[in-house]
Every structure is written in structure tokens, then in C-alpha cells.
């Protein structure tokens, strides 16, 4: 399953809203916020900005020191939330453990937060009411969609239970009629109950804790790995694509899976939030 493929078709339509919404004066513009200069994030943080500017969406890009105050990192929310022309708020975690991550996340309107991650947002999915939903996850779906996957009665097991990734995308798939398995550290007979799965969701990025190897996937299964790990400088997720890949119907590689489409839902959930605030969308 080819991310880069799947994204650059999104991306077509996103250019589209981007000129329609031009011609209303509205201009998408995405704030982001990162706190220290941690090697990943700032990667992360240089290709959201790179790419939202590829398609026309600006952006402001806040670099702030590590040592930055609760306070003034409230300031800054604040003051985001009241400019108009900012209609989306990304703050890159993880944050500094001095800083209170949920009370962060929580300062921004509803309306701009465009990882999906206020409690405002997240009941609002688990009520079948979303209005902006987490990257990952509606990448994950967008990408199921893109590959006409039927999951209506199918078993997916998901390895993850964060609330960026294993809750929200469990719920999304529980509304395709899915039969839902979260994994965990604490699970017991893993291997049994992924060898039993229609599609495999897995979300660790530590290749030393675990690794997704042939003999736990079943015949022409779907494999979805969202997991990154560096080692020796390459980049590689959960599963152990050269001996997998022959096994199953479908899986996606790292790089270029699931990543490309992360960000491209980044700069859908910015237009639909620009939207949202022009009270233009349902």
C-alpha cells in the first residue's frame, strides 16, 4: 500500500478546496508550536511546514526554548486561538516533562485543533460526532478506503492503546462494523490472536520491545505498520517486511506508508478547520 501514492492524490483535491476557499477570502493557515530542539521533532515540525507550504497553506512556526514557562506557553495558545487568520493549532509532543501536556492541549479551541487531541474533539469521535479527528488514525482509514478494504465484520487487531493512535482509531473502525482488538504490553497469547486477524494495526516504534515476524500473520491478511524505529541509521517499523510481505494481501512500508499520509490529514483537518471556522462546513 503506497502512502506517497495515496497522499499526492489527496493532496490534488486539498489544492482545489485551497483555490474555492481563496475565492471567499479564506486563506488556511496552520500554527506550529515546538518546544526544545529534540533531533525527531524538529524533523517532523520542517516537513509539515515544507509541506503544507507546497500546497498553499501558510503557516507561522514557533520555535520556543525548553526551559519555556507553563505560562508563557499559555500565553502563546491564547493568543493563537484569538487571531483570526491562524486556523489550525499543531503543538509537536512530546513536551517537555515540566509542562502539563493535557493542560496544553486543552487551551485550544476546538475549532483549531488539528491533531484532534482536546477532550472537546475526542468525545466528540467517541459520540460518532467528529468534527476533527487525529492524523494517524484517519490516515490509517483514508489509506483502507483508498485500497477499496472491506472491513465490515472483519477482526482488526490493533497494537496500541495510546490516545493518539489505538483508542481513536479503534472507534473509527468499530464504525465500519469491525471487530476490534487492542493489544498491549499486558496482552496474553499476542501471537494467537493476531495469527486469528483479518488486518494487524501495529503502533510500537521499539524494535527492541517487539516486532511484527512472519509467523504471527495469517494467509493474505492486511498489515499496517505505523511504528518507527531508527537502527543504524535506517528507518524501520514494527514489522519485518522482507519475510512478511510475501505472506499477506496488503501492507505498507516505512518510510512512505502510513507517514506521507499523517501529514497530508494534517493539512486536510487545517482546511476543514479554516472551513469550520468560516462557518462554511456542515
Known sequence: MDGKLVSQSIMKSLKNEISELSKHNIYPCLATILVGNDTASVSYINNKQKTANSIGIKTFDYRLDEEISQQDLTKLVHKL??????????????????????????????EKDVDGLTFINCGLLFNNKPKLIPCTPIGVMELLNYYNIQLDGKVVSIINRSNLVGKPLSTLL??????????HSHTKNIVSLLQSSDVIITAIGNRSKFKLTKDMVSENSIVIDIGTSRINGKLLGDVDFENVKDKVSYITPVPGGVGPMTITMLLKNTIRAAKILNSIYP
Open 81 to 110: 486561538n484569538d487571531d483570526n487568520n491562524v486556523h489550525g493549532i499543531l503543538i509537536q509532543l512530546p513536551l517537555k516533562e515540566h509542562l502539563d501536556k493535557f493542560e496544553v492541549l486543552n487551551l485550544i479551541r476546538p
Open 174 to 183: 468499530l464504525e465500519k462494523n469491525s471487530t476490534v482488538i487492542i493489544c
